[in-house]
C-alpha cells in the first residue's frame, strides 16, 4: 500500500511540474512577444493554440526519440527523427495558425497561403527552442540519476568490502583467543573460567559494538585491555608489558576493530615466538581529535626473525586497507622492523573519518 501511494505522489509531483513548466512557458512568450504586438490577449491566444503542438514534439522527443535512440547512442537515427517531428509540428502549427488563428485572431492574414516557407521556418525556429529546453532537463536528469546510482553501487561495494574485513579480523582473533583457552584447560587452570568470561565480553563487544561505524574510543580500549589481560593470562611473568594511555578520552569516537589488530599482531609475532625476556610496549596518546598509537615489540634475535609470516598477515593488512577506505590519505601508518624489536606508529585525525567514496570508473 505504501509503495503504491508512494508511486502515485511521484506521479502526481511529476504533472504538477511539467504543468508549471508549460504555464510559466506560455506566460513567458506571451509577454515577450506582446512588448512587439502591444496586445498581450492575442499572443496569449496563440500561445494556447500552439502549446498542443509543441506538447506533442516535446513529449514525443522525451519518451520516444531520446530513450530509443540517443540514450542507446544511436545519434544520428534521433537527429534525423527530431528534424521530421520538428518539421511536422511545424506543418501543425502553420495548420493550426491558418485555419484557427487568421480566421478569429489576426483575419487581416487571411489571403496568407497555406504552405508559405517563411511561417514554416518561423514555426520551426518556435518550436526548437522548446523541444531542446526540455530534452536538455531531461538527459540532465537521467546522468544525474544514473549517477547518484553509480555512486550509491560504488558506496554500497565499500562497505560490503568494510564489513567482509571486519568479519575476517573477528574469527581470526577468536581462533588465537580459543587455541589459549585450550593450552589452559589441557594444565586445568583455573584462569580457564577468567578466560571464558573475558572472552565472552570480547565477543559481546564484536557482535553488538563492532558493526557499528563508530564506537567510543574508551569502548575500543577497554576492548583491547580485556584482549591483554587474556593475553597476560597466558604468558605470565616471561612477559614485560607496558601499556599507557595519554589525554582524555572521553567523548571520542573511532572505528571499531581498529586498534586491536595492533596488539594482537604484537603478542603473536612478537612474545608467541620468544621463549624469554620478551616486551611489549603500547603507547596511546589523544592530544584534542589527534590520536595516535605506538605499539612496539621484541623480536627473537637470529635470521629466523626476519622471515614474515605471510599467511597469518590477515589482521595488519585488513586494517590497513580500512585505514585506506576510512580516512583515505588523512592517516599515516609507519611500519618499522629492526633486528631486535618490531614497531607500529599509527596517527589520524579521529574527526576526519569520511563514508566511503566511489573509486574512479
Known amino acids: 500500500m505504501n509503495i503504491l501511494l508512494s508511486k502515485y505522489y511521484q506521479t502526481g509531483t511529476r504533472i504538477v511540474w511539467h504543468a508549471m513548466f508549460w504555464v510559466v512557458l506560455v506566460l513567458y512568450h506571451s509577454i515577450i512577444y506582446s512588448m512587439y504586438s502591444g496586445d498581450f490577449g492575442s499572443e496569449l491566444m496563440w500561445e494556447g493554440v500552439a502549446l498542443p503542438v509543441k506538447m506533442g514534439a516535446t513529449y514525443l522527443t522525451l519518451y520516444l526519440f531520446l530513450p530509443r535512440y540517443f540514450m542507446n547512442r544511436r545519434f544520428v537515427r534521433f537527429t534525423i527523427w527530431t528534424i521530421v517531428a520538428l518539421l511536422l509540428a511545424a506543418f501543425l502549427q502553420r495548420l493550426l495558425e491558418y485555419t484557427i488563428v487568421n480566421q478569429f485572431i489576426n483575419p487581416y492574414e487571411r489571403a496568407e497561403v497555406l504552405l508559405n516557407p517563411v511561417k514554416v521556418l518561423r514555426a520551426v525556429i518556435g518550436i526548437y527552442p522548446v523541444v531542446a529546453l526540455a530534452a536538455f532537463i531531461k538527459v540532465g536528469k537521467h546522468w544525474y540519476e544514473r549517477d547518484l546510482e553509480s555512486q550509491k553501487l560504488q558506496r554500497d561495494k565499500l562497505e560490503a568490502e568494510l564489513k ?40 559481546n563487544y564484536m557482535l553488538y559494538d563492532g558493526s557499528q561505524s563508530t564506537v567510543a574510543l574508551e569502548k575500543e580500549l577497554e576492548a583491547v585491555e580485556t584482549y591483554i589481560s587474556l593475553e597476560k593470562l597466558r604468558y605470565g611473568h616471561r612477559l614485560d608489558l607496558h601499556f599507557e594511555i595519554e589525554g582524555s578520552t572521553a567523548n571520542k569516537q573511532i572505528p571499531p576493530m581498529l586498534i586491536l589488530p595492533f596488539v594482537e599482531n604484537s603478542f603473536k609475532h612478537g612474545a608467541g615466538q620468544q621463549l624469554n625476556d620478551a616486551w611489549i610496549n603500547i603507547h596511546i596518546k589523544v ?19 626476519q622471515k614474515t609470516d605471510e599467511r597469518n598477515g590477515i589482521g595488519l593488512s585488513n586494517v590497513r586497507r580500512r585505514l585506506d577506505l576510512l580516512y583515505g590519505e588523512k592517516y599515516s601508518l609507519d611500519i618499522n622492523r629492526e633486528q631486535n624489536y618490531y614497531e607500529i606508529m599509527l596517527s589520524l585525525d579521529l574527526e576526519t573519518q569520511r563514508t566511503p567514496k566511489p573509486e574512479p570508473t
Open 164 to 203: 567482509f574485513l571486519k568479519a575476517q579480523i573477528n574469527p581470526h582473533f577468536l581462533f588465537n583467543t580459543l587455541n589459549n583457552l585450550y593450552s589452559l584447560t589441557l594444565k586445568q587452570s583455573k584462569r580457564a573460567s577468567q578466560v571464558v568470561l573475558k572472552l565472552s565480553n570480547m565477543l
Open 287 to 305: 592530544e584534542g581529535s589527534g590520536f595516535q598509537l605506538r605499539v612496539q615489540n621484541s623480536l627473537e634475535s637470529g635470521p629466523e626473525s
